[in-house]
């Protein structure tokens, strides 16, 4: 434990030998394709699929009329259609399937599908869809409302001596994972279906998809597939159903595979929204109060919108210590592409909101924006929005303190525009940003969040082997390792084998909420432990001084656990109030960035981070955690954006929507702290997520120290730096 | 129509090729090798990226008939495990959908340019997209290498 042990699946993913969702292969495979919505909103009045039937190769065209199960699924809400059945809610939105024995030709079918719409005017603006009287997003929905969070702390008239105000706007990102998504479903002999697929969470994705075919859940059986990165956009079901009726109706395996421009339509984004914030403090710059009001544009369907919406509100504020907060956040259904998880989960937004503020605030008062954040850092005993006492380490100013004194940018001097030699250092000027952030980790509100670990000890070839079965989603991240690391340290054997997850054990919960270590990882310890008890109490000496290989002979020790996070609790309605997080994350960011304020054009030099881990299981995992993350918040804050007009998504192509490049990243300097969460195991703390909300914000910070200019949006366009605008 | 090229050192033939089809499809699907990923099918990516008669190609914009009687070597061809090997070290795989072709990409430019300093290696890995890693131990995995 806390060592940088490679991972199990490394050898075969440099080799390009480990199999990807997409790589699976079957005899006799068909190929799936959908046929998707054009319009934002339209009645469905008639589909005629003859003319795709009578294409040579076809083996099935498939319309909500086939669905043998429950029409609709959804992770908290079950209202998202398998296929349309008599409205499209959104530009993308499933409503025909063709299974082929060619993609193309599974294509060319989709495309003759005859499907008649009316088209109705789409709800695109999510704050004017709250508004009494505005049309519905859809014709299920009473209400654009799809969830209202309203936090009451203190006293709701509380004044200051100094205010800020200020309205901030953050785009829809998306999760652009590499690997799109697909799998591999092979019909079987039992009238169940055996499905092979990338995704973050088995057993959810078995509830949903057995209730759509109408078989009972043994009768769906799950295989985790290769997973080629997932950041929340793998939560939601996609071909999952699909590939699964189409397996079921031609009795032949079928694999789906989505193109990146169907990717882009085929999973949920990161809401978009539009926050207000108004700060409260004294002169010397103690925060009195914060208003706010965040609206998240949740798209057609709830996915995990309720959720999300949860987080923006609970941590709306930040990692400072706050007595009067009044906060209303509201997330939306409009006919905008369904938004839901992405890495952050509603604290991203949030955190550019406050930040922003914070910036202001100090600007305001005359004071360093490092200093007013020391002056109001969250700290052990303070209290959040929702009443919640901080427990464990919360060590907000060490880590402020930590990017202050991180060692100052050095070395390469890309200018901005690169290789375009757009400038030689004429007109560019240099800024410097920080930025805070809170994470919770787990999931929240009194959800029952627990997993499951098999272990199994027994002696193979003359050592002992123990092989570890879980049902959690590896994505990346390096969670195999670190189960690896886990049962190696408690049990004290060297052979250790991950079985691959699949649902022929319990539920290990979700690959996300920065939770897979804390909760599968308490699993598999848990587990371990168990075992062992049972080892000394067939010896009685201890531990270390087993002969395992003589007292294991021919027996093999197995132990199922089912483990659990102290458990949370529900807000109240009314005021946000209750102990709704098992556990904080904190992470800050020190930004240098380069401008050229003529052209608009932005060059990160350099990133500081600092988080507290509670325990490095893998440190170059968890740096790697915090790197990745860190550039994703880049994205956001510089160029990722889908473009939605009018209900239509613009750009769904790697050619549009931009993710950083090798050329984007600057260096990035990372200080890893360890104070252990009396709680947890290991006394570690979810990594993954905190360091893609608080870059974003210290980007943008950067850049107003550097041009002086407001900056209220993300991400940032070069039009929005010029000194002035061009076109006035 | 049939294919034939040299793959991997190997004479390999594929049938009832669509004139559509890439030469990123023949390979994974038609040849046996999917070490070679599809991520954009734009040449945006890099994911696909072999060798085309020793140049480095986005195999998703190679029409299959393009590869007749040429020479394709793919991550499953490629000679030694010096890169492969410094990838895993320096924690340069997360998801790995990136590294196949990543690793072709690093094999061609330590082959053109032995010590590469900071701003070749970016410049050189620009058209490689990855994910999750923020590129910086995709650096520190090329400087291993060529070390």
């Not at chain 1, 929240?444 to 092989?467: H, I, K």
Request: proline share 7%; charged share 20%.
């Amino acid at each position: 434990m806390g060592s940088s042990a490679e991972r199990p699946d490394g050898r075969l993913k440099v080799s390009g030998e480990f199999a990807f969702s997409s790589d699976l292969w079957a005899d006799d495979m068909l190929w799936g394709a959908t046929l998707r919505s054009p319009h934002p909103r339209a009645r469905v009045l008639r589909i005629d699929i003859t003319g795709a039937v009578a294409l040579p190769g076809v083996y099935a065209v498939l319309t909500h009329q086939d669905v043998p199960g429950s029409l609709h699924y959804g992770l908290e809400i079950l209202d998202q259609p398998v296929l349309a059945i008599d409205e499209v809610c959104y530009e993308g939105e499933p409503v025909a399937i063709v299974a082929a024995d060619h993609p193309e030709t599974a294509r060319r079918a989709a495309a003759r599908i005859r499907v008649e719409y009316e088209p109705l005017p789409p709800v695109v603006d999510a704050s004017a869809a709250l508004l009494a009287g505005a049309l519905l997003a859809g014709s299920h929905l009473d209400s654009n409302l799809v969830r209202h969070v309203p936090i009451r702390k203190g006293d709701p008239d509380a004044t200051a001596e100094v205010v800020v105000a200020g309205d901030y706007e953050v785009g829809m990102q998306d999760q652009a994972f590499l690997g799109p998504e697909s799998g591999l479903a092979v019909p079987a002999e039992d009238g169940g279906v055996d499905l092979f697929v990338a995704t973050q969470w088995l057993h959810v994705d078995r509830r949903q998809v057995a209730a759509c075919l109408g078989l009972p859940e043994p009768l769906v059986r799950l295989t985790l597939a290769g997973v080629g990165g997932a950041f929340g956009a793998r939560e939601d079901l996609s071909m999952q159903v699909h590939a699964c009726m189409l397996a079921l109706r031609t009795r032949r395996p079928v694999k789906m595979v989505y193109s990146r421009e169907e990717s882009f339509y085929g999973h949920v984004h990161r809401h978009p929204a539009t926050l207000h914030y108004e700060h409260g403090a004294t002169r010397d710059g103690t925060l009195v109060y914060v208003k706010a009001r965040i609206v998240l544009d949740g798209g057609a369907y709830a996915s995990s919108s309720p959720a999300v919406c949860a987080n923006a509100a609970t941590l709306g504020i930040g990692p400072y210590a706050v007595p009067n907060v009044v906060m209303d956040t509201y997330a939306v259904y409009t006919n905008n592409p369904p938004c839901g998880a992405m890495r952050g989960f509603g604290a991203v937004q949030a955190c550019f909101g406050y930040e922003s503020q914070m910036d202001k605030l100090a600007g305001a008062l005359g004071i360093d924006p490092v200093q007013l954040r020391l002056r109001n850092a969250l700290s052990t005993g303070d209290t959040m929005p929702t009443g919640q006492v901080v427990e464990g380490p919360a060590p907000v100013a060490e880590l402020l303190h930590r990017v202050s004194a991180a060692p100052p940018p050095s070395g390469l001097d890309i200018l901005p525009g690169g290789v375009a030699n757009t400038t030689h250092g004429e007109g560019v000027v240099r800024g410097v940003g920080y930025a805070v952030s809170i994470k919770n980790v787990g999931f929240s509100e009194g959800f029952d969040d627990f997993a499951t670990a098999r272990v199994r000890l027994e002696v193979v070839g003359g050592v002992p082997a123990a092989l570890v079965h879980t049902a959690a989603a590896e994505v990346g991240q390096g969670l195999v390792t670190v189960l690896g690391q886990i049962a190696r340290t408690e049990l004290g054997v060297e052979q250790v084998t991950i079985a691959t997850a699949d649902t022929s054990v319990g539920s290990a919960g979700s690959t996300s909420a920065s939770r897979q270590t804390y909760v599968t990882g308490g699993a598999v310890r848990a587990a371990c432990v168990a075992i062992r008890e049972k080892l000394l109490a067939r010896a009685g000496v201890p531990l270390p001084e087993l002969d395992l290989v003589d007292l294991l002979g021919d027996d093999a020790i197995e132990e199922t656990v089912e483990w659990r996070h102290r458990p949370t609790h529900p807000l109240d309605p009314a005021t946000g109030q209750g102990d709704a997080h098992v556990q904080y994350a904190f992470a800050a960011h020190r930004v240098t960035v380069d401008v050229d304020t003529e052209l608009g054009l932005v060059k990160v030099v350099q990133i500081a981070t600092a988080q507290d881990v509670g325990k490095a299981m893998n440190p170059l995992a968890v740096v790697g955690q915090i790197q990745g993350g860190t550039a994703q918040g880049l994205g956001l804050a510089l160029m990722e954006e889908i473009q939605v007009r009018d209900g239509l998504v613009r750009n769904p192509s790697f050619t549009d929507y931009l993710i950083p490049t090798i050329l984007d990243m600057p260096p990035m300097h990372v200080d890893v702290l360890e104070l252990a969460d009396p709680y947890a195991p290991y006394g570690l703390r979810g990594v993954g997520e905190p360091p893609t909300i608080s870059s974003t914000p210290a980007i943008v910070a950067a850049l107003r120290a550097a041009t002086g200019r407001p900056l209220t949006r993300v991400p940032v366009r070069p039009d929005d730096i010029l000194e002035s605008d061009p076109h006035s | 129509m049939r294919v034939t090229c040299t793959v991997n050192g190997e004479p390999r033939e594929a049938d009832d090729v669509w004139p559509g089809e890439s030469l990123l499809y023949v390979l994974r699907e038609r040849l046996g090798l999917p070490g070679t990923k599809n991520a954009c099918e734009q040449g945006e990516c890099g994911s696909c990226t072999v060798y085309l008669d020793g140049e480095p190609v986005c195999a998703c914009l190679v029409a299959a008939g393009q590869a007749q009687d040429r020479s394709v070597v793919t991550i499953e061809g490629l000679p030694g495990d010096r890169v492969q090997r410094a990838f895993l070290e320096a924690g340069a795989v997360q998801c790995g959908f990136c590294t196949p072709g990543l690793v072709v990409a690093v094999h061609d430019l330590l082959a053109r340019v032995p010590h590469p300093d900071d701003r070749e290696i970016r410049e050189a890995l620009a058209g490689n997209l990855c994910r999750c890693t923020g590129y910086e131990t995709i650096l520190d995995a090329v400087r291993l290498a060529a070390s």
